[in-house]
């Protein structure tokens, strides 16, 4: 197999596509190439490891910086569920 055989093109999104350049440009990565590398890498460990954190759960990372309004929905719920009139309906 060649090096042109090897190669891979990948279309991304203004934004990302910016973001992998400034990654290279701020010097934390020496190539764009290795930027897109490190990034599959990270994915492919993630999906291995089945990784169970607030960031493979949308709901949880959306709300992973406010802690106070997830408390308070989790509380009002438990509120809700001792209330009879939350019940009916369930068992009939």
């Not at 990948?10 to 934004?15: A, G, K, N």
């Not at 020496?30 to 949308?58: F, M």
């Not at 992973?64 to 209330?83: C, M, N, P, Q, T």
Request: aromatic fraction near 6%; glycine fraction near 6%.
């Amino acid at each position: 197999m060649n090096q042109k055989d090897d190669d891979m093109s990948i279309d991304l999104p203004v934004d990302l596509e910016q973001f992998v350049r400034d990654q290279v440009r701020a010097g934390h990565y020496p190539t764009e190439g290795d930027v897109i590398r490190d990034a599959v890498l990270k994915l492919k460990q993630t999906q291995r490891t089945g990784a169970a954190d607030s960031r493979s759960d949308p709901v949880f990372g959306a709300m992973r910086g406010d802690a106070e309004v997830l408390d308070r929905i989790v509380e009002e719920a438990f509120r809700a569920r001792e209330d009879p009139s939350w019940r009916r309906g369930l068992d009939e």
